[in-house]
């Protein structure tokens, strides 16, 4: 309604003003028409009667050929003139007083009132709306005058004289000589007005003076130390120019993405101040400009006023484009002021004292100060009242200010990925938490979900996950994971992650008809859509090799950056050098498609080639750039402190207290901390003997995956259900048998399954007898066999395998050590060995599975024999080379080099190929 209203009165004030103008320049213009006729007329009648009555003698300087009044002609022509004179005094008799009306209308305050009445006072409008007029003298036209000239006569009637300047013109002044010091008293009482009527921020003004370094205005040098006032070096203009450039960019660009054709109208619409006016004076001293500044010039004039800047140039010859109001000084009191059809001479108004006006600029700056109550921190990041924005168009928050404004990061169709450089110690990870928390307090988890993956050796966003110390989380985070290292499986696994929820929003936009985010939304607005960000710290380490992972991260990141951007799914992407990538040499799609540019101090490659401004930047700033880097798109913020103990965490219990009801905690992926099967969501979900459905399956490792999955082997009564853990490192091999036993005896009741555990290698029969003892507190049998018994219960399992086809695992821990016993045999007999591959190949279809850990590929070789490779169809391999496991892997190459604490996992019947897994810790090193 407010937009609507001031719509209107500014439409009312334009009409007006057009129609005065036009009825004082075809008055004025009649007048001037008609006393030229008379003149010649009158000129020539004298001439004629020189020479038909008194001859080329009297015609030599006589004094009598003057025009005489009492000559019929000459009355005759004086009359005319008398006649014009009344009928522009009839056109115009109302028009002083109109004029005073609508001046009165359209500049009210400040803009238009005397300077006792505002000078001194900080200004309180918002800037919602500006007013149309601002006064800068008076002027006077009587019937018995000519009309262009101003009377100060007391017959003559006297009316303001305001320009438009903000939202509605330029202003262009040019002096006359030595009237330098009058042009500084006109623009000084400007933008003095101007200052004085808005509240302190609302208004930023640019001084730019080619003659003069430090000098220009002033009176206004307290606002200079604020964000108000700018004085601007007179060898660099194109700076101003490229910073105005970027700034109309900017505009437009968020305006005409909200559907408005300007500024003005934006901010009718969202009734509140969305930027600051700018207003930039410029100095010419008459000087010519370069080419390439006035064509820039020319530029900017034409797109400001809807960007919300004016211009007012002062003896700079050039031509703008668009709407521009011209002010000529005659001498240091007058000016002629541009009108439709004619000139008026204006009556300039005095200066303002220049006490008074040093004084009124330290109130505005000392107001502007305290409003922006010092340097800006990260609450002043946090809206008043949290989740309150909808996702549905784009996501924006601010992340930190300039000059006391703030800067803004959208991330939506336009801009739809993000690219974040910077070397350590930049500030790289104290910007993305300016920016999870802006985000997280302005939407609700109902409309963003984060992803969030650190792969440096660093817990950056641990503290959004609970923990020991606070039982908070962010419930916007739906993954986090943090000490990745050389775990760059995990970030291909987010990558096929968001690539399948891609697919799943494409099919549910395909089934609404509708090819948009915002479009799915609406036509299914009881669906869960919210918009995805994830967040990859130091992501040039998912591209670290040449090998099958680059390739298939590549080609998803690709995929993700180009179609991303209409479902909903982000990428921030964050690298201290994007340069040494070789994944993406020649290949700049992803490149091209983060828009969106953060560039910390010294940070390189991120913005363009030509752009230095991150070369530049102070410590703790950030160059926010929306337009790929370009120059035209930097906007330099300070970023406040959001990562120092306390801070962040203070917001997290507040959204964690406002959202935790209806959101779980973030699955937390740690890859420095191995995980502990009890608290494994695939554990938990084993079913138990009463509810067993298909066939049982034992737990060996937690895949690398966005949820939290688990690695297992089938067990169905089938030849190959058997498990070899190969290498020499001990306690991992440990913890794959011992988490495979455990979670296969939860799925049996008691009885319905018997353990045999045989430990070789000395040092592991302490946790072998635990296991046992686990088990048989259970309820299960298990037995504890000595190395020296293994040849016989070997042979005593292989005898009763088509008794009972009774359940029976065999735990054999180093079963190379034990191969010297079981190879002798007595003469007439099997060996051990023997009996140990007739039960490893007819065992599993009676029931009868072997979990063994073998510590060297050839021993493992050895107790299978010739073709007896079949006979395994699970495979755990530790320290082992990939070279070495071709014919364990269906014949595969396979690319692997051992890592601590990880295994290589492949199973014949579900593997396409080997993938990395996480082995459990072993009960006493949770305890």
Known sequence: ?????????????????????????????????????????????????????????????????????????????????????????????????????????SAPGAAGQPPGRWLGRVGTDSG???????????????SSTDAEEFDSSTDAEEFDVAVPLLDESHLSISSAQGTRHAVDALVESLLMRVLSTFEPGAVRVHLWDIGQLTAVLPNFYP?????????????????LLDEFSGHIRRIHADAMQGGYPSLRAMREAKRRRIEPWRVAVLYGNGEELEPEQRRDLRRIASGALDAGISLILVDVPTVLGGSVETVSLRDEHSAF??????????RLDPSLPAAQVSAASGAIAKALVAKQGGPRGFTDLVPAELGQERSTDELRTPVGFDEGDPVEVVIGDATPHALIGGPSGSGKTNFLYALLGGMAARYSPDELALYLLDFKEGVSFAGLAPGRKDESWLPHARLIGVNVNTDREFG???????????????????????????????????????RIVAVIDEFQYLFAGRDTVTALATSLLEDIARRGRSQGIHLVLASQDVAGIEAFWGKPAVFEQCTLRIAMPKARRVLTETNQAAVTAPRWHAVVNHDSGVAHGNRLAHIPDASSPGVFARLQRSLWQRYASGHGSPRLFDGAVAPVLDESAAYAELAQATALVGQPRALVGQAIAVSDVAFGVELPRAPGRNLAVLGAAQWPAMSILDSAARSLARQFGQGDVEFLACCLVDSCAPAVARLTDQLQREGHKAELVYGDELGERLSSVHAGLSEDGARRVLLLYGVDAALPT??????????????????????????????????????????????????????????????????????????WSPRPGRALFFDRTTHSSPEVMIPYALPEENS
Do not use: Y
């Not at 209203?5 to 009649?30: H, N, S």
């Not at 439709?340 to 001479?345: I, M, N, P, R, S």
């Open 1 to 105: 309604m407010i937009g609507k209203k001031a719509r209107q009165q500014r439409g009312r004030v334009v009409a007006a003003l057009d129609e005065l103008r036009t009825r004082i320049g075809l008055a004025m213009g009649a007048a001037r028409n008609a006393r030229v006729e008379a003149e010649l007329e009158l000129a020539t009648q004298e001439l004629e009667r020189a020479i038909v009555t008194v001859g080329s003698d009297r015609a030599r300087g006589d004094p009598s050929l003057a025009p005489r009044p009492e000559d019929p002609v000459s009355d005759a022509v004086w009359q005319r003139l008398d006649q014009v004179r009344a009928a522009f005094g009839q056109e115009w008799a109302d028009g002083p007083a109109r004029l005073r009306s609508l001046v009165a209308a």
């Open 128 to 142: 919602l709306t500006a007013p149309g007029l601002w006064r800068i003298g008076s002027c006077a036209v009587d």
């Open 223 to 239: 606002l200079s130390r604020t964000s108000a006032v700018t004085v601007h070096d007179p060898t660099r203009l194109v700076d």
């Open 337 to 346: 002021c541009s009108m439709t059809g004619a000139d008026l001479v204006v």
């Open 492 to 530: 291909l696994a987010l990558l096929r992650f968001l690539a399948d929820e891609l697919r799943h929003r494409s099919a549910a936009a395909k089934e609404h008809e509708v090819t948009t985010l915002a479009e799915l939304r609406a036509a299914d607005p009881h669906g869960s859509w919210p």
């Open 822 to 895: 079981l190879e002798r045999k007595e003469p007439g007999t099997q060996s051990g060995l023997d009996v140990l591959r007739a039960v490893l190949k007819q065992g599993p279809a009676r029931g009868v599975h072997v979990f063994g850990w073998w510590r060297s590929v050839a021993r493992l070789k050895d107790t299978l024999g010739f073709g007896g490779t079949e006979d395994v169809g699970a495979l755990a391999a530790l320290d082992v080379q990939g070279s070495d496991l071709g014919p364990f892997c269906a014949g595969q190459v396979v690319h």
